[in-house]
């Protein structure tokens, strides 16, 4: 069985500023991946970065970047240089090879102030 | 850009009543899904659909539920006699391959109210 656990509800940042997003998941499969998802307000989900689990060096996509402890099972998302069009939903997930689907953490919502 | 797109995007039913939620996936994708949010709780695998037949499902998956891909654009899901637990966001989503190790696109979802 595989777990995903966000145990941030809510955080919030200054424009331009960095924030890190929590996120630690529990899997028993040595093939996975994991993923950063965002949904602003009435939009939908898109993804954020995505990492292998086989990989050490830590994804990153411009500003978003992650911290991919694999001992630890935590994969927090870094936001660099925050803008407003940041605020949104984030959702850590992971999956596996061996299956089609994902499971999602509860979510983090993010507010981005100006 | 090609979206996913759903339809409706809320709908509002009575306890027992059937519901057919409706998606677009994008034109060239093969693999397509269902995920449900209730209320406050983690988004949830239902059902992926691959060569028009499903490829897994969840659990939440059971009899009262069913996907078909009518007319090779269109993706359902259909909820047979709904109850109050079916309350919830419904999220249909499409990858051009196996979305386990890929990105997924997600449509806007569908809001389900069971009265």
């Known amino acids: 069985a595989q777990t995903v656990t966000q145990s941030q509800p809510e955080m919030s940042v200054q424009e331009a500023e960095t924030v890190t997003l929590s996120c630690t998941y529990d899997?028993?499969?040595?093939?996975?991946?994991l993923f950063w998802y965002k949904q602003p307000p009435s939009r939908q989900m898109i993804l954020v970065i995505r990492?292998?689990?086989?990989?050490?060096q830590n994804a990153t996509e411009n500003r978003f970047s992650v911290n991919f402890q694999k001992a630890a099972k935590s994969f927090s998302l870094k936001i660099s240089d925050s803008q407003l069009g940041d605020a949104a939903m984030y959702f850590c997930?992971?999956?596996?090879?061996?299956?089609?689907?994902?499971?999602f953490g509860t979510g983090t919502r993010l507010q981005v102030f100006p | 850009e090609p979206e996913v797109t759903q339809t409706p995007s809320h709908q509002v039913t009575q306890m027992g009543q059937e519901v057919i939620l409706r998606c677009v996936p994008i034109?060239?994708?093969?693999?397509f899904y269902w995920y449900r949010q209730i209320l406050g709780q983690k988004v949830e695998f239902l059902v992926s659909?691959?060569?028009?037949?499903?490829?897994?499902k969840s659990e939440i998956f059971d009899d009262q539920f069913s996907v078909e891909r009518p007319d090779g654009s269109n993706f359902t899901l259909k909820i047979r006699s709904t109850k109050l637990e079916d309350s919830a966001m419904y999220f249909c989503?499409?990858?051009?391959?196996?979305?386990?190790?890929?990105?997924?696109?997600f449509g806007e979802g569908s809001r389900l109210t069971v009265l």
């Open positions: 989503a499409s990858s051009p391959d196996r979305g386990r190790t890929g990105e997924l696109f």
């Open positions: 899997t028993s499969e040595s093939d996975y991946y």
């Open positions: 990492q292998e689990a086989y990989k050490q």
């Open positions: 997930a992971v999956g596996a090879r061996n299956t089609d689907k994902l499971i």
């Open positions: 034109s060239n994708h093969l693999y």
């Open positions: 659909f691959y060569n028009n037949e499903i490829s897994e």
